[in-house]
């Protein structure tokens, strides 16, 4: 029996709200960036660019640059050609710790409470790569809540598993976004599309193309959620030889 949008509409607002409570990483989008030589201890948002990736690229955390850059009131709000401070101010070019005083060297590597990545439910489920590409980002709450695949210019992002497409269309945070629910336990995520290729209550099969990214190389923001919460994909996707 075919499912109406009336049938999928509880479930994608429970997704939905999931999603826009945890978004902590930001897919941006633009057209050109601002000119001029950039400052020492500054970077310049590129396209593509996310606050973690920046973060991760400086060997800083995403807390760290928000204190540095008090315009940064929200790490879903970035802009291409954004001048963000990649160093405290006062700080030596290159240098990657802190003195506490004491002697002793801080770095400046994201602390992860474990309670963060939260359990599977009891179900399990076999997922397959969504999008051929190297990973650049791992699974790291709360920074990164997914993986992020380094995806070929018009590479297709294919449905990990079959199910339903309960959500297509911008999410603050994840640029244009497909939902695929699998049952009433798991979901994966596809952030940062620059096309849909499902619409919303599609259902889909395992491999399917469910979107297609830009016309420049891009990363695709994967993730997999067990009962709403947001769990390492790793643990769930075939290795790669």
Excluded at 85 to 91: K, L, T
Excluded at 107 to 132: E, K, N
Excluded at 206 to 215: E, F, K, L
Aim: hydrophobic share 35%.
């Amino acid at each position: 029996m075919t499912k109406t949008r009336h049938d999928i509409e509880p479930g994608r607002r429970r997704a939905l709200g999931l999603l826009l409570a945890a978004a902590t990483t930001a897919i941006t989008a633009g057209c050109g960036t601002t000119g001029g030589p950039v400052p020492d201890g500054y970077y310049r948002v590129e396209r593509g660019d996310t606050l973690y990736s920046i973060a991760r690229k400086h060997r800083r955390s995403v807390r760290d640059l928000t204190r540095w850059n008090s315009d940064l009131t929200s790490p879903s709000q970035i802009e291409v050609g954004q001048l963000i401070r990649v160093r405290p101010p006062g700080a030596a070019a290159g240098g990657a710790t802190a003195s506490t005083g004491t002697g002793q060297a801080v770095t400046d590597t994201p602390r992860v409470d474990s309670a963060a990545a939260s359990r599977p439910p009891a179900s399990s489920i076999r997922l397959q790569w969504p999008a051929d590409g190297r990973v650049t980002a791992g699974f790291s709450p709360p920074a990164s809540k997914g993986l992020s695949i380094a995806v070929p210019a018009n590479g297709t992002v294919r449905a990990a598993a079959a199910g339903r497409a309960i959500h297509v269309g911008n999410l603050r945070g994840y640029g244009m976004l497909v939902i695929v629910k699998h049952n009433d336990d798991w979901l994966t995520v596809y952030g940062n599309l620059d096309q849909p290729l499902v619409s919303e209550g599609t259902q889909v099969s395992a491999g399917q193309d469910v979107g297609r990214m830009g016309a420049s190389p891009s990363e695709l923001h994967f993730e997999v959620r067990g009962n709403g919460k947001p769990v390492n994909p790793a643990s769930y996707l075939p290795s790669r030889g």
